[in-house]
């Protein structure tokens, strides 16, 4: 890989912006927020976190926010992930495995499907949701 | 436990930048038999009685978690570079900030591979927040160093997959250029 500079970001992000006016993704408008305190990177969260980004990236999905939250205190079930589309609620996912996070990415964001395997129960959702605002 | 140095990395210089510090560097000094890595910032900094609690791993700071009374970043940290025959020190002063230094040997047997520091990193540049952080990469006499207000002004927030994706390709190049 041939060093980049920051000037070549520059351009690359310039030529992406042409590119993503061009385009018009389903569902698109969403946040993504991922546990990353200690259990998170303990357990997993790190690669978690690039699966999404990966596959947000591989379908030219640039309109979601990604962000973090520490530990709230739901270690056993890091690593965790919030999903909340602009039109519904925050869903809470909990042992979100790097494949896990690529389905929620092609399922939940793309197709507005909940991925109903990984959702959290209600009261370990509910302390995520109230922790992580 | 962390599966690797970047891991370890990522949770530590965390603390820092809740600890509401508006400067964060993290300096990792790499030879052929070390890593070092030193994390300095210029938050609210910690009393010696805190800094001995911080290393006991049933120790939180109080407010930071409501749900939970375990603090396990430093223990942990402690406990790799010391397994590796390294060591770990903090200094710190209330008001001023702490300097975070832990140093392992990577031919010992107990060392973790380094693993991937441009996904770390790029998590770090991710973390919400109104503070500068600095990356330093020193091996054998090269170096590097970027920063997350220059990676901003190429990218914008570093919020969104495409700046994310391409801050980490940006950091792989020049982790590729200091090891060729």
């Not at chain 1, 990236?57 to 270690?75: M, R, T």
């Not at chain 2, 010992?108 to 540049?125: K, N, Q, R, T, V």
């Not at chain 2, 190429?154 to 982790?175: M, Y």
Request: hydrophobic share 40%.
């Amino acid at each position: 890989m041939a060093k980049l500079t920051l000037e070549d970001l520059r351009k690359i992000r310039e030529e992406k912006k042409k590119e993503m006016s061009r385009r018009t993704v389903k569902n698109a408008k969403a946040e993504i927020t991922i546990g990353m305190g200690t259990c998170g990177i303990a357990s997993g969260a790190k690669n978690t976190f690039e699966a999404i980004i990966s596959e947000l990236s591989d379908n030219g999905i640039y309109d979601v926010v990604v962000k973090q939250f520490g530990c709230l205190g739901c270690c056993n079930e890091e690593p965790l992930v919030k999903v909340k589309l602009s039109d519904s609620s925050a869903i809470v996912y909990g042992k979100v495995s790097a494949e896990v996070g690529r389905k929620i990415v092609t399922e939940h964001i793309m197709q507005g499907k909940i991925v109903n395997e990984f959702v959290l129960d209600n009261n370990s959702a509910a302390n995520v949701l109230k922790g992580g605002e | 436990m962390h599966a690797t140095i970047c891991n370890f990395i990522l949770d530590i210089a965390q603390n820092s930048i809740e600890a509401d510090a508006s400067n964060v560097e993290v300096a990792i000094l790499q030879t052929d038999e070390t890593i070092t890595i030193v994390v300095t910032d210029d938050g609210k900094g910690m009393s010696e009685q805190k800094l001995q609690m911080a290393l006991d791993p049933f120790y939180s700071e109080k407010g930071k978690h409501d749900l939970r009374r375990f603090g396990l970043g430093l223990p942990f940290l402690k406990q790799a570079a010391e397994a590796t025959g390294g060591d770990l020190s903090i200094r710190s002063k209330i008001g001023y900030g702490t300097e975070i230094v832990a140093r392992f040997l990577t031919s010992h047997f107990d060392a973790p591979p380094f693993g991937d520091l441009s996904g770390a990193a790029m998590i770090l540049m991710n973390f919400l927040g109104n503070f500068e952080l600095t990356l330093k990469r020193d091996y054998n006499a090269k170096s590097y160093s970027i920063c997350k207000s220059c990676l901003i002004e190429a990218l914008g927030d570093l919020c969104d997959a495409e700046s994310l994706s391409l801050g980490k390709q940006f950091i792989d190049s020049l982790e590729n250029e200091l090891f060729s």
